[in-house]
């Protein structure tokens, strides 16, 4: 099974700085590259896709890279509401589509 | 507007059989396959299968085959996830999702319901 390690597991950082979270696939997953939001009692929602397609609504400050292993998730200019538990997820190879085990970003 | 909802939170005893369900609106239920994925207690997200409604065939996530039953009436755009015998352990939280259509085949969920909440308990 294709293994999918987010790091780091928690990020804490400032209001109006920059957040970088990191996906790494266990082996090439092309651009089939996913990011989810879940905010504490919701469903989590699409952000990214293609790893780098923004999802319609989401704000310009969330931007995603990377190709075949090494993936990013950049958030700038971070905000209260940006508070949550992101998580990747592969659509390369299936079954199953794996997710990362998700990093929790805390606004300090 | 498209939308997935779900039916209520259950709480069964160990052995109990139980089917939840997703109601897919605002869209054409037969265009796009439908995923579910479970979230433990406190945990992450796991891919558990999805099914196609045009034909109902499904694939399962090896951990979960053998363990849950996932169908579809595509007549009322509904698609169900079932056990025959709940343990303690199948206590989570089940989102079932829609699965986009861009990628030729499987991809991304770009919609996903509000959750329904399995609790199973002696």
């Known amino acids: 099974e294709l293994v999918m390690t987010q790091s780091p597991a928690i990020l804490s950082v400032s209001p109006g700085e920059r957040a970088t979270l990191s996906c790494r696939a266990s082996w090439s997953v092309n651009s089939n590259l996913a990011w989810y939001q879940q905010k504490p009692g919701q469903a989590p929602r699409l952000l990214i896709y293609g790893a780098s397609a923004r999802a319609t609504g989401v704000p310009a400050r969330f931007s995603g890279s990377g190709f075949g292993t090494d993936f990013t998730l950049t958030i700038g200019s971070l905000q209260s509401e940006d508070s949550a538990v992101y998580y990747c997820q592969q659509y390369n190879m299936w079954p199953p589509y794996t997710f990362g085990q998700g990093t929790k970003l805390e606004i300090k | 507007e498209v939308q997935l909802v779900q039916s209520g939170a259950e709480v069964k005893k160990p052995g109990e059989s139980l089917t939840i369900s997703c109601q897919g609106s605002g869209y054409t239920f037969t265009s796009n396959y439908i995923t579910w994925v479970r979230q433990m207690p406190g945990k992450g997200l796991e891919w558990l299968g999805r099914?196609?409604?045009?034909?109902?065939?499904?694939a399962y996530s090896p951990s979960f085959q053998g363990h849950v039953t996932v169908s579809a009436d595509k007549s009322i755009s509904t698609a169900y996830l079932q056990w025959s015998s709940l343990k303690a352990s199948d206590t989570a939280v089940y989102y079932c999702t829609r699965v986009a259509t861009d990628c030729g085949g499987d991809c991304y969920s770009s919609s996903w319901g509000q959750g329904t909440l399995v609790t199973v308990s002696s």
């Open positions: 099914i196609d409604p045009r034909d109902s065939y499904v």
